[in-house]
């Protein structure tokens, strides 16, 4: 594919190893100096989500794919993580991002479980 020009090969991103593969339109983009002003995005992601990636070619702990589990990206980047209601967070996260697992990992757990009386 990239002899035919279908794709460009080289080291695009930085902390990956091996070879790298983008669509030449793609090249562009990666070029655009980063306009969000170096504000981190966050997103809350089931572990069963293909997006998943920890320990496999993104830094970090690989997460079990199971649906209780949750995983914090942080611009894409595991920083921590829900396993069996435990919050785990990651060596290399910000003050910021530990302050935002936080307040997105808050569990709301119903009242434990108590008698209901029916009426006949």
Same mark, same amino acid.
């Given at each position: 594919?990239? #002899?035919?020009?279908?794709? =460009? ?5 930085d902390g990956f ?11 562009? &983009?990666?070029?655009? *100096? #980063?306009? +969000? ?11 069963? #989500? *293909?997006?998943?990636? /920890?320990?496999?070619? +993104?830094? /970090?702990?690989?997460? @079990?794919? &199971? ?10 980047? @595991?920083?921590? %993580? ?12 910000? +003050?910021?991002?530990? %302050?935002?697992?936080? =307040? ?5 757990? @119903?009242? *434990? ?8």
């Open positions: 594919m990239e #002899d035919r020009g279908e794709v =460009r090969g080289g080291r695009f991103a190893s091996g070879e790298q593969f983008a669509l030449p339109e793609a090249l562009g &983009l990666m070029r655009q *100096p #980063d306009n +969000t002003g170096n504000k981190p995005t966050f997103i809350l992601i089931s572990a069963c #989500d *293909p997006l998943n990636l /920890g320990g496999l070619i +993104t830094p /970090g702990p690989k997460t @079990p794919s &199971l649906s209780s589990n949750r995983i914090l990206l942080e611009n894409g980047l @595991p920083v921590a %993580r829900m396993i069996a209601e435990e919050l785990q967070k990651f060596e290399r996260i910000s +003050t910021r991002a530990s %302050r935002e697992a936080s =307040r997105r990992f808050q569990m709301v757990r @119903p009242w *434990p479980h108590s008698s209901v009386m029916r009426r006949n």
